[in-house]
Nanobody, 124 residues
Framework: VQLQASGGGLVQPGGSLRLSCAVS????????MGWFRQAPGKEREFVVA????????GSADSVKGRFTISRDVAKNMLYLQMNNLKPEDTAVYYC??????????????????WGQGTQVTVSS
């Protein structure tokens, strides 16, 4: 399976962005799908995930109530709607797929497939 993330950019604090992840090779509903992010000098961190069944997991405390994950099975697309963005949300955002459907959805090592990342910069 191949993943292609897009939709990043420069946005002012309080603004919104929607990230997309195009999945090719196999249907998205075979995978747990996750969004992660990595800021300069920091480790890659979990943002939120959606299981192969369509159920959403909990999100990181830092984005709770602001970020929402969704998918479109017909289009084989994964999305991350980000609202009320803050400067600390600045990072490269990655989509990832886990064919093993691990219960540990927040761990990067559970995911065997990664997109190339898309930069999100929140700044005035």
């Amino acid at each position: 399976v191949q993943l292609q993330a897009s939709g990043g950019g420069l946005v002012q604090p309080g603004g919104s962005l929607r990230l997309s992840c195009a999945v090719s090779g196999r249907s998205i509903n075979n995978y747990n799908m996750g969004w992660f992010r990595q800021a300069p000098g920091k480790e890659r961190e979990f943002v939120v995930a959606i299981r192969w069944s369509g159920s959403r997991t909990g999100s990181a405390d830092s984005v709770k109530g602001r970020f929402t994950i969704s998918r479109d099975v017909a289009k084989n697309m994964l999305y991350l709607q980000m609202n009320n963005l803050k400067p600390e949300d600045t990072a490269v955002y990655y989509c990832a797929a886990d064919g093993g459907r691990s219960v540990a959805v927040s761990l990067p090592q559970s995911y065997g497939y990664w997109g190339q990342g898309t930069q999100v910069t929140v700044s005035s």
